[in-house]
Nanobody
């Protein structure tokens, strides 16, 4: 089952969005979730990662201090709160299931990729 990211949209520079992703569960071991993004003509890049065991998180340097990843255990959801958005944050954002106990930045450590959600930052 793919993880479907949601919450994308069009926002002005300096604005905020919150992306949502259902955490892996059921018969799947739930270590955590990674957020990635891909802009046109660019490769997919790591944005942030979260682990349930210790509420641990890790961020790409480009989003540190602006983005926050968090998990809601009761709702089985992982969120990416994006503040102070910049035009260069525009991309399709994907969430994926983390296959290891610790946050990894490589896409190969994630599976159950969904179709992503578009984020456009423009005036």
């Amino acid at each position: 089952v793919q993880l479907q990211a949601s919450g994308g949209g069009l926002v002005h520079p300096g604005g905020s969005l919150r992306l949502s992703c259902p955490a892996s569960g059921g018969t799947f071991r739930r270590y955590g979730t990674g957020w990635f993004r891909q802009a046109p003509g660019k490769s997919r890049e790591f944005v942030a990662g979260f682990t349930w065991s210790d509420n641990g998180s890790r961020y790409a340097d480009s989003v540190k201090g602006r983005f926050t990843i968090s998990g809601d255990n009761a709702k089985n959801m992982v969120y990416l709160q994006m503040n102070s958005l910049k035009p260069e944050d525009s991309a399709v954002y994907y969430c994926a299931n983390l296959k290891t106990p610790a946050v990894r930045t490589g896409a190969q450590w994630h599976d159950r990729w969904g179709p992503g959600t578009q984020v456009t930052v423009s005036s």
